[in-house]
Structures are given as C-alpha cells and as structure tokens.
C-alpha cells in the first residue's frame, strides 16, 4: 500500500533553518510528481512547491520562493524540502503528497491523491 | 495573485444535499480537484479532473463545472461527511497550485 510518512520538523528560531524529508512506499516513487503542502494553525491549506518525476521541474509558491528548496532521491524513494530564513508564518503542519495536481505537461491529472500524515515545523523565539 | 473563492460554512440535515461552490477566474481552463480534511486527518481527494471520483470514495460525491465555478455536491449526506472541503486547481499560466480557502460541512 501506498505510504508518505514525514520527519524532520521541530522547533527552530526565526531566521532559522530545516530540512524535512519524506519517505515514499508502496509504489514507484521515480514515475511520480511530489509537492509540499502546508497548514498553519486553524488555517487552510496552503500549497509550498512541487518536484516533477525526474527533477527537471520545480516551482514554488511567491511565500517561499528564494527560501525553500524542494529535491528528490529516487534512488532512495525520498522527497526532500530545504527551508531557509524561517518566519513565524512558515509555522505549520507540512504534508508531502503525491500526484499531478493538473500542472504537469502530458500528467494524468490526477489531483494529490495520497498524502502523508504531516510534520509540524514551528518557528519561535 | 490567482484566487480560488469558497463560502467559508455550508450546513445541511442528514439525508439532504450538499452544494459547495469555488470561484476562479482560470477555472474555464484548469481542472478542478475537491478534498475532504476531516480534523487531525491529512486530506483526502474526492474529486480530480472536476468530475472524476477515486476508486473507494462514495458514489454521492460528485463534481460538476460551469464557466468560473465548479460545485462539489454530495448527495443524501451523511454525518460522517461532516468535515472541512477545499477546491484546488492551477492559475491561468497552468504552473502554480491553488487551494481554496475551506468550507465547513456541518451537518445537523
């Protein structure tokens, strides 16, 4: 069966960085888009970046861009997302999903159709 | 930057039918995709492709398009359906990711 399942958020300082990972199961990681979504505290859902199936394609949302690194190991069935210069704002849960959310050039469309259980990153003093 | 716009509450008794709307002006080009976030759950996807049902999801789920809004409605609601649904979709150049903002489903 298809597993996400994400490390590495924590407590950091403002100005701070991280580094989360998600580990991929269950399917072949290396055919697959990969994003970054998040959820800040009682808020709704916020979309971060995407990884297209061979790294040849990423974007970023306008919060993030110049901050946040988004790669992939498919040798290792891994997403990764690098966060730099952290803000009080990026404080939130952050999911991986899987799956072409209708951006893709010649993608199924297929929408996020699997996602992880998330990890909380909190950006504090 | 593009906006996808839902009402923030919609409530309904069991048994009835549910509606949900999401605006955008891109939405004439760009598919739309529903998800279902039940609290302390990630979310789940109940409609790709504006009309498309994953395997697994209830037949009284059901998405539809027209012009700049697409409706998710769900047919003969149960409790269970209570829950926060978002719309998604991509802006006009087809390469940023948008959600909506949410609408609570309560159910009465």
């Known amino acids: 069966q298809v597993q996400l399942v994400e490390s590495g958020g924590g407590l950091v300082k403002p100005g701070g960085s991280l580094r989360l990972s998600c580990a991929a199961s269950g399917f072949t990681f290396s055919d697959y888009y990969m994003s970054w979504i998040r959820q800040a505290p009682g808020k709704g859902l916020e979309w971060v970046s995407y990884?297209?199936?061979?790294?040849?394609?990423?974007n970023y949302a306008d919060s993030v861009k110049g901050r946040f690194t988004i790669s992939r190991d498919n040798a290792k069935n891994s997403l990764y997302l690098q966060m730099n210069s952290l803000r009080a704002e990026d404080t939130a849960v952050y999911y991986c999903?899987?799956?072409?959310?209708?951006?893709?050039?010649?993608?199924?469309?297929?929408?996020?159709?699997?996602w992880g259980q998330g990890t909380l990153v909190t950006v504090s003093s | 930057s593009y906006e996808l716009t839902q009402p923030p509450s919609v409530s309904v008794s069991p048994g009835q039918t549910a509606r949900i709307t999401c605006s955008g002006d891109?939405?004439?080009?760009?598919?739309a995709y529903w998800y279902q976030q039940k609290p302390g759950q990630a979310p789940v996807l109940v409609i790709y492709k504006d009309s498309e049902r994953p395997s697994g999801i209830p037949e009284r789920f059901s998405g539809s398009s027209s012009g700049t809004t697409v409706t998710l409605t769900i047919s003969g609601v149960q409790a269970e359906d209570e829950a926060d649904y978002y719309c998604?979709?991509?802006?006009?150049?087809?390469?940023?990711?948008?959600f909506g903002g949410g609408t609570k489903l309560t159910v009465l």
């Open positions: 998604q979709s991509a802006d006009s150049s087809g390469t940023h990711v948008v």
């Open positions: 990884i297209s199936s061979s790294s040849s394609y990423t």
């Open positions: 891109a939405l004439p080009k760009q598919y």
């Open positions: 999903a899987r799956g072409d959310p209708g951006i893709a050039v010649a993608g199924d469309a297929k929408g996020f159709d699997y």
